[in-house]
């Protein structure tokens, strides 16, 4: 008797040990395969017309005119960045910016940068990351942004015959990576989705947006990646925001946009820069 009780704890302690040791074997992580690859690069050696083309546009009843060429100094690489900058240039001169319904921008005194990649470098979902820093931490009419468009759009430049869709429907939508506005804070950025209404030049610009805290003037990596039905937001590769399920509401190729804007009547002297090390794009593979 006790020989067979002794073989019925043996065979107990032998499976004990069996279970215990598969849930140990079941608890550790799996490895993944997929990795991000980098699909298009820019580190601003010069500036490339193959990556990059100015914008010239007159949105959000901004108080500056874009200009082509750098001219005045609103558009620079050198020393392995770009410069992008509002400037004021001390006198009112004509302005050729048109708004979407064809108004001509008034005289003005403040000239800026836009640039986009639209017709260059457009991907489909993906990792679009920029390095950036501002002169300023915040200031009155501050209006600098980096941040993605549906390729569709319809705004100017207008080069291929799809280009017929309104913002923010689908192939005209509008995903916020950097965005900050003097007017209303200081040493913090909104990132964010703006959510299509379903109509022409209607979007939600709140409720997928959020501000955070980052000190501006110093170089940052501001980001957004599409995770599943996610879009992950990340400052220097840790997330700091997610829209949950709005990244299934950008299935269209989206160029990026980097530009610095003059937003209020708030007076300026002077010169606002926003200084780009590198933009990237990546996929996973």
């Given at each position: ?65 874009y ?6 100094g ?80 319809n ?5 291929e ?27 913090e ?87 780009v ?9």
């Amino acid at each position: 008797m006790k020989q067979i009780l002794t073989i019925v704890i043996l065979v107990f302690l032998a499976m004990s040990y069996s279970c215990k040791n598969g849930k140990k074997e079941n608890k550790e992580p799996q490895e993944t395969t997929q990795t991000w690859e980098v699909d298009f690069i820019d580190n601003f050696e010069k500036f490339n017309s193959e990556n990059w083309q100015d914008q010239r546009i007159w949105v959000n009843n901004e108080n500056h005119c874009y200009v082509p060429d750098g001219e005045f100094g609103t558009r620079e690489v050198s020393n392995g960045t770009l410069k992008i900058k509002v400037v004021n240039i001390g006198e009112k001169r004509p302005c050729d910016n048109l708004d979407k319904f064809g108004n001509q921008h008034p005289d003005t005194e403040y000239v800026a940068g836009r640039i986009c990649s639209k017709n260059r470098k457009e991907f489909v979902k993906g990792k679009w990351t920029a390095r950036l820093k501002l002169s300023s931490n915040g200031e009155a009419s501050m209006f600098p942004a980096w941040w993605l468009l549906g390729a569709r759009n319809n705004e100017s430049p207008v080069q291929e015959e799809d280009e017929n869709i309104c913002w923010p429907l689908t192939g005209s939508g509008e995903i916020d990576i950097f965005e900050h506005h003097g007017d209303h804070m200081k040493d913090e950025f909104t990132t964010g989705a703006i959510v299509s209404l379903g109509e022409c030049d209607k979007g939600d610009w709140q409720s997928q947006r959020r501000n955070f805290p980052a000190t501006l003037n110093e170089f940052h990596e501001y980001s957004v990646e599409w995770e599943d039905s996610d879009l992950v937001y990340r400052l220097d590769g840790k997330e700091v925001y997610r829209n949950i399920g709005e990244g299934d509401k950008y299935p269209e190729p989206m160029f990026a946009i980097l530009n610095y804007a003059k937003i209020t009547d708030s007076a300026m002297t002077g010169e606002w820069v926003m200084e780009v090390d590198w933009v990237k794009h990546e996929f996973r593979k």
